[in-house]
C-alpha cells in the first residue's frame, strides 16, 4: 500500500463552484500534514499544514481525520487562478515527508 | 533572504558521465532534502539529512550520493548517469514541525 493515496483527477471546477478532495495516508503514526500547491514544470509550494482540529486559510478549509487516517482540502469559491496540482503530504517522523501524487484541479470560466 | 537555491537549472549529461546538483539554503534550516519527480510517479525522496555532517537513505537512493558538510549545503552527486535518471530533481529545506518544507525551484535532468 502507497504510503499516501490521491485521486489523480482532473477535477473541472467551474469558476465560484466549490471542489473538494481527499488523501489518506498508511502511516498509523504519522506526525504532520501538509497541503502543498504545484504549478506546471514549477515546484511545490506550501498551501497550508493541516491540524487535527482543522483549519481555514481564507478560501481554503483543511480537515484531518487521524481515526480514519485521511486529509482533505475544500475550496470555495474557486478562482481561475486555483488551477494547478494540490499534493497532500505526510511527515511520516524525523521530517521525512511522503507525497501523494496530486489532485489536479483545473477552474473552467 | 534568497531561500533555497539550486543550480544547475537545467542539465544534459550522457550516459556515464558524472555530475553534481548543487543546493543551498540561507534560512539556517536543519532538515534537507532530494526530491526526484518523474510523470505519474510523484515526489521520491532520494537522500535527506537532519543536520550537518548526518544524511540518509530515502525511498529510491541507488545512483546518487550526498554529502552535508555544512548546514547550508547539501549537493546531490551522480556518479554513473543513466537515462533512467532523466528527471526534474528539487531540493528542500526546513526547520522542522508544523512549517512543512521550501523547495528550490529544481533542476531538470536529461541523460542521453
Known amino acids: 500500500r502507497k504510503e499516501v493515496e490521491q485521486d489523480p483527477g482532473p477535477f473541472n471546477v467551474p469558476e465560484g463552484a466549490t471542489v473538494a478532495f481527499n488523501c489518506t495516508y498508511s502511516?498509523?503514526?504519522?506526525?504532520?500534514f501538509f497541503w502543498y500547491r504545484q504549478d506546471c514544470r514549477k515546484e511545490p509550494k506550501l498551501l497550508m499544514s493541516?491540524?487535527?482540529s482543522g483549519n481555514e486559510d481564507g478560501r481554503f478549509t483543511a480537515q484531518l481525520n487521524r481515526a480514519s487516517q485521511y486529509i482533505s482540502l475544500l475550496i470555495r469559491d474557486s478562482k481561475l487562478s486555483d488551477s494547478a496540482t494540490y499534493l497532500c503530504?505526510?511527515?511520516?517522523?524525523?521530517?521525512?515527508?511522503?507525497f501523494g501524487k496530486g489532485n489536479q484541479v483545473v477552474v473552467i470560466p | 533572504n534568497a531561500g533555497v537555491t539550486q543550480t544547475p537549472k537545467f542539465q544534459v549529461l550522457k550516459t556515464g558521465q558524472s555530475m553534481t546538483l548543487q543546493c543551498a539554503q540561507d534560512?539556517?534550516?536543519?532538515?534537507m532534502s532530494w526530491y526526484r519527480q518523474d510523470p505519474g510517479m510523484g515526489l521520491r525522496l532520494i537522500h535527506y539529512?537532519?543536520?550537518?555532517?548526518?544524511?540518509d537513505q530515502g525511498e529510491v537512493p541507488n545512483g546518487y550520493n550526498v554529502s552535508r558538510s555544512t548546514t547550508e549545503d547539501f549537493p546531490l552527486r551522480l556518479e554513473l548517469a543513466a537515462p533512467s535518471q532523466t528527471s526534474v530533481y528539487f531540493c528542500?529545506?526546513?526547520?522542522?514541525?508544523?512549517?512543512?518544507?521550501?523547495f528550490g525551484s529544481g533542476t531538470r535532468l536529461t541523460v542521453v
Open positions: 528542500a529545506s526546513s526547520s522542522g514541525g508544523p512549517y512543512g518544507y521550501t
Open positions: 502511516n498509523s503514526a504519522s506526525q504532520s
Open positions: 493541516v491540524y487535527s
Open positions: 503530504v505526510v511527515n511520516n517522523g524525523n521530517n521525512r515527508l511522503a
Open positions: 534560512m539556517n534550516h536543519e532538515y
Open positions: 539529512s537532519v543536520g550537518a555532517g548526518i544524511t
